[in-house]
């Protein structure tokens, strides 16, 4: 049984392009704002040989429909409201910008805004239908006018101004008004390139040749045409049974927006995700739309340990075997559809017809085997300052919450977690920091586990499923892996398993909680159910696994992380602390509610003095100059996200452009390593290091970094501290 403290909101393809749409000082938060769960949300889907059918389809919604009413923590009637709710939503994730359906096709699809209840019990989808037919119609239409629009010099004398938020606009009244929506998001994208490369021009280092806005202007539409006829070429891909999951999920979304539909392959895809391992060739791949590039070949996986296959590598064509067979030509596959090739069970061949780098063609076969992929593991450093001398603290990097729940368990982050605490204390640390920033979690197994290690024994969290009392989850183990002082660092991105342990750890007053304002709100918990138990007719399945809330959890005191998070003890300056983010920001949350506390008491390590703890680091941050800049950047940032309308004049947009970019490079390079902080790999990690030129690379870049990690650098002066009040206690 697999429960995932931790889920995944799915988005549509057809979602408003964001990240492409804004400078590039704002790609940084809108980076931010959608990366829980992005590395799912991403993947897609090879159909199922019965998938699309009318008996398949009408199977895989009724199925989905009896669990959500039967197992979902807070159900809620499949009646007239909940078809407007999912009406709503589903318009949002295919047209959330407002950029393909006009006021006329909001109209034929409103006659179903109070039928989707209906429809979804008899099986039919007629409005689904009707909304496939007319985005369909829409991907013409306005493919043409961008085309049209690109093909000549655009006017940028009017004073327009384009509005990119789909919230903040009514949808367009016919094709003229939607049309005039696309020429101005050209308008924006060409005038964007154009600044971009007039501030190359003008830097004094530039050796290119200086071209005139005419020239650019050119150049840039050409540009901005390749871009958007790459993103039309991946939606007309989209088949009806993928755009089907999207409309699945509008269902489970309105219900809470972690529970959600799963296909064969897209459940397969989330389990190597949550265990950090899978069963293929050990190589990253990489799609420009056309070619399939080999980016990376993974240290220790069977493309590594067979030896031909490189980065760089362009991978022409795929056979299953050692290469008798028919080969697949993969020219212009989607990248999915190219790692359900490619990938498979562990001792079977695969053979792929590559070009090198030098233009020769050749066949690599390969033997699949179980990958682990090593950077989605726990690792650890050994941290120090100049001024404490020989003094060491232990760092451990926990970047998710996995687990491998298959009978093999290969992964295990509670087990990896525990290694590297043994190995921290043969180093001889005096403290150590357990790095949760950006961990949007995992195992709830796990969590409770590792909760332990710092605890004799006692209730970790409280987990309530529908109309049933609490139950608690206990560490019953009375051994304690690491008894000194602790920091647990965490940010907005810090969810759900990660919030369950910095909360248990907060409560017992067991470790200093550090981060930005507070974490990601997210008190959930969510399980998979395999939709084939909810019928006994063979013809239709495979239909897939749905994934759905069935428990809400609770601190030790009672209190919940839903919507509120988990607040720091000692709060840091960060760029994204004036932001409003994480569970309540996105739709159908489920409410925040408290429950009874239960006993919890340790006596294994105690806090001195918490509030001399937060004067001393309120005296080193604000004395701290790179602290202010972070502090004066979110505020650059929260404005970023604010605006949301964008001058189309020439001469404004120039203005604005160099205002923002002006702004912006205050804020460049404001990193540099720390000032007599001491960075360095443990002595027994450093034999699998050098034994791989990548692993190589990939450590000294993680250790340049976390050199200019003024966060750390405060986390490590935080423990300092607690070790010198401990002194001054006669604790140590």
Not at 319 to 324: C, N, R
Not at 367 to 384: F, N, P, Q
Not at 618 to 640: G, Q
Not at 693 to 704: D, G, H, L, V
Request: glycine share 6%; aromatic share 8%.
């Amino acid at each position: 049984m697999q429960y995932f403290p931790v889920g995944v909101r799915r988005q549509a393809d057809l979602k408003s392009r964001t990240s492409s749409m804004k400078l590039k000082s704002s790609l940084l938060l809108f980076s931010f704002l959608g990366v829980l769960g992005v590395a799912f949300l991403v993947q897609r889907t090879l159909s199922t040989p019965r998938a699309g059918t009318p008996e398949h389809d009408a199977a895989l919604m009724q199925a989905l429909l009896r669990h959500l009413s039967g197992v979902h923590f807070q159900p809620k009637p499949i009646d007239d409201n909940l078809s407007k709710s999912v009406f709503n939503l589903y318009l949002k994730d295919i047209d959330g910008g407002k950029r393909f359906f006009n006021r006329q096709d909001i109209d034929q699809l409103s006659g179903y805004e109070l039928k989707l209840d209906d429809e979804a019990q008899a099986g039919t989808f007629a409005f689904f239908d009707l909304s496939v037919q007319l985005l369909e119609k829409s991907l013409d239409k306005t493919q043409t006018w961008y085309r049209e629009a690109l093909a000549a010099p655009l006017d940028y004398s009017a004073n327009d101004a384009l509005e990119s938020d789909g919230d903040r606009l009514a949808w367009a009244k016919d094709d003229t008004e939607l049309r005039s929506r696309w020429v101005s998001w050209m308008k924006y994208e060409v005038l964007n390139r154009i600044s971009d490369e007039q501030e190359k021009q003008n830097k004094p280092d530039f050796k290119g040749e200086k071209k005139d806005f005419v020239a650019l202007e050119s150049e840039m539409r050409a540009k901005v045409l390749d871009t958007y006829d790459k993103w039309f070429k991946r939606l007309k891909k989209l088949d009806r049974n993928r755009r089907m999951e999207i409309y699945l999920n509008s269902f489970t979304n309105v219900f809470d927006p972690h529970s959600g539909y799963f296909s064969p392959q897209e459940k397969e895809n989330f389990d190597i995700q949550m265990s950090g391992k899978l069963e293929g060739i050990g190589a990253r791949l990489q799609s420009d739309g056309e070619k399939t590039k080999i980016t990376e070949v993974v240290p220790g996986g069977p493309a590594w340990k067979q030896g031909d296959l490189q980065a760089e590598d362009v991978v022409l064509k795929v056979s299953q075997g050692s290469g008798d067979g028919e080969f697949v030509d993969i020219m212009g596959w989607e990248i999915d559809d190219v790692v359900s090739k490619i990938r498979g069970p562990k001792g079977t061949q695969v053979t792929l017809f590559v070009q090198k780098a030098d233009g020769t063609e050749r066949n690599i076969t390969i033997t699949r085997d179980v990958v682990i992929m090593e950077e989605g593991l726990a690792k650890s450093l050994i941290l120090g300052t100049e001024t404490h001398g020989a003094d060491k603290i232990g760092y451990i990097f926990l970047p998710k919450f996995y687990a491998d729940f298959t009978p093999a368990g290969a992964t295990s982050c509670a087990a990896d977690v525990k290694k590297e605490l043994e190995k921290l204390k043969a180093e001889q640390v005096r403290g150590i920091i357990l790095d949760l920033r950006g961990n949007g979690g995992g195992s709830l197994r796990d969590v409770v586990q590792m909760s332990g290690f710092f605890i004799e024994n006692g209730p970790v969290v409280q987990v309530k499923s529908r109309n049933r009392s609490p139950e608690i989850m206990t560490d019953n183990d009375s051994r304690v892996q690491w008894d000194g002082p602790l920091v647990v660092m965490v940010n907005g991105m810090s969810a759900s398993a990660s919030e369950i342990l910095a909360a248990a750890l907060q409560d017992y007053g067991r470790a200093v909680i550090v981060g930005s304002t507070r974490t990601y709100g997210k008190g959930t918990v969510q399980r998979f159910y395999d939709l084939d138990n909810a019928t006994s007719d063979e013809s239709v399945k495979p239909l897939g696994q749905t994934k759905l809330t069935m428990q809400k959890f609770y601190r030790v005191s009672g209190k919940t992380t839903q919507l509120v998070g988990v607040e720091p003890d000692i709060v840091l300056p960060d760029f994204y602390n004036l932001l409003e983010n994480g569970e309540s920001e996105n739709d159908y949350p489920l409410e925040t509610t408290t429950i009874d506390p239960v006993e919890y008491n340790q006596k294994v390590y105690r806090i001195t003095d918490l509030n001399q703890l937060r004067r001393n680091s309120a005296a080193r941050v604000e004395a701290d100059p790179t602290f202010r800049k972070v502090s004066e950047n979110a505020v650059r940032i929260r404005k970023l996200k604010d605006q949301t309308v964008y001058p189309l004049q020439k001469d404004k947009f120039d203005v604005w452009h160099t205002r923002m970019d002006e702004e912006a490079k205050r804020f460049e390079n404001i990193f540099s390593p720390a000032e007599g902080f001491t960075v360095r790999n443990l002595m027994s990690d450093m034999p699998q290091i050098e034994s791989d030129t990548s692993r190589q690379a990939r450590n000294e870049s993680w250790i340049k970094d976390r050199k200019k990690d003024i966060q750390l650098k405060e986390a490590v002066d935080i423990i300092f501290d607690m070790i010198r009040m401990d002194v001054v206690a006669g604790r140590q």
